[in-house]
């Protein structure tokens, strides 16, 4: 046996009796990658045109849809192309899904992405990425494009679990987008999904159940995953339905439009409830390269900012070094731990930059600037914390009382010291 497989066997044997917090899984270094967590938040946006899309669609004079319902379309279809850039990215750049680097408190990932319109009517859109918890990891972001007035914000943590041959991962948090120019939000569930192909030391990601995008119009999309020998048979494969609103979702054949395919790949749309054989391609994602985001050089970041922090250990990883990667980590680790000893000694516990926790079973739907609230009743969803997407009164709902999401100030990011 390799020792390259002795300590994968030994990995997948601490997989299977740990505690579900996957920051404490000592992985071998060949599956670790060497990118942090709080970058991840960049693939919400790789696809900009798609992202302001709803905010350049006219009401045409013989349009049978509501310009809502074509903004609706235009929103699940920024959606669905970003899903590839989510899920399969690292199999892509380092041939297989790795171990992301854990943030530290307070990490930033900052960037920006240029105007590539022809017109030049998108403007600048800018990312801001923090890790807003360490026990537990949880990353809150916001993207902001101030010349459409559009703006993603949302937070996510996970929590998992292993079966036999997969690492089951739940999802927590929501991104609510905001198009203020239309004058509508968007809720976004984020989908449960497990990592396969952990026994042969080759783990990719699949996406299973259902996420939803509700709308502050009333529509809203049910979109439903499935795998490799599901309904299609082809991995990454997904079925989107757009309803009036949640109760006609209870009725498939009341589905205004059904787009079906794999998001990895085509998918095509169709009117009602099932993909006709004369459907339209809805989005091909091998025919829409990703716009990656411009981020400064090391040199001129703050010490906050996750490449910078992470350089050396960045460094040790790419030269598969499993003493020096250990070593670089410790460094970061202690001086995290010494931190959080002084804010306690000092009384003055850390302050996230962009982003407040805020209990919203405490809130009405009047006070909440995010539309959150409204739109998590309007989808019927939990507003406590509870796996994205848990249906109110289900079982989970009732098991826990506390509902503290993460919210973006913006505000603070017009005053910040971090340059973009
Ligand atoms: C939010 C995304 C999330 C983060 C990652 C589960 C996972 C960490 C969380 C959910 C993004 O918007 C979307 C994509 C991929 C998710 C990651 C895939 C993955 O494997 C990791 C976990 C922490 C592991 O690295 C486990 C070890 C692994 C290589 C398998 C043995």
Request: hydrophobic letters at 35%; one cysteine or more.
């Amino acid at each position: 046996m390799s020792s390259t497989s002795a300590s994968w066997t030994a990995f997948i044997k601490s997989l299977a009796s740990y505690n579900g917090d996957l920051s404490s899984l000592t992985a071998p270094p060949f599956i670790l990658s060497p990118t942090s967590l709080v970058e991840y938040s960049q693939y919400w946006s790789e696809h900009v045109d798609l992202f302001l899309a709803p905010n350049f669609i006219q009401q045409e004079i013989n349009d049978v849809d509501s310009v809502e319902l074509k903004h609706m379309v235009a929103v699940l279809r920024w959606f669905i192309s970003t899903l590839k850039s989510q899920y399969c990215s690292r199999a892509e750049t380092l041939g297989g899904e790795k171990k992301p680097l854990n943030p530290f408190l307070g990490e930033l990932f900052v960037g920006k992405w240029t105007d590539e319109s022809p017109s030049k009517t998108f403007g600048e859109t800018l990312l801001v990425s923090e890790q807003v918890s360490h026990h537990p990891p949880i990353t809150a972001y916001a993207i902001q494009n101030k010349t459409n007035k559009t703006t993603l914000q949302g937070y996510n943590g996970v929590r998992a679990s292993m079966s036999a041959t997969a690492l089951n991962v739940r999802q927590y948090g929501h991104a609510l987008l905001s198009y203020e120019n239309l004058n509508e939000k968007y809720l976004i569930t984020l989908p449960p999904l497990h990592i396969e192909g952990i026994l042969m030391a080759a783990p990719f990601v699949e996406l299973e159940q259902k996420s939803y995008i509700q709308s502050s119009t009333g529509y809203v999309a049910v979109i439903e995953y499935s795998g490799r020998g599901y309904f299609s048979g082809k991995s990454n494969s997904f079925k989107a339905r757009i309803y009036k609103n949640i109760s006609e979702a209870e009725d498939k054949t009341k589905a205004l439009y059904t787009v079906s395919g794999q998001w990895s790949g085509v998918s095509s749309i169709s009117r009602g409830n099932a993909v006709a054989s004369d459907a339209q391609v809805f989005f091909d994602a091998n025919n829409s390269k990703p716009q990656h985001l411009t981020v400064k050089p090391i040199e001129e970041q703050s010490p906050l900012e996750s490449r910078r922090a992470w350089q050396k250990v960045a460094e040790a990883i790419r030269a598969n070094d499993y003493n020096l990667i250990h070593e670089e980590k410790t460094k970061i680790e202690n001086e995290q731990r010494e931190l959080r000893k002084k804010e306690a000694a000092d009384d003055t516990p850390w302050k996230q930059k962009f982003f407040e926790e805020i209990d919203y079973t405490t809130l009405t739907e009047e006070d909440d600037e995010t539309g959150y609230i409204k739109l998590a009743n309007m989808a019927n969803l939990s507003l406590k914390n509870v796996p994205s997407g848990t249906r109110k009164g289900s079982s989970k709902d009732n098991e826990t009382e506390a509902g503290s999401h993460w919210r973006f100030c913006p505000e603070r990011l017009d005053t910040t010291d971090i340059v973009f």
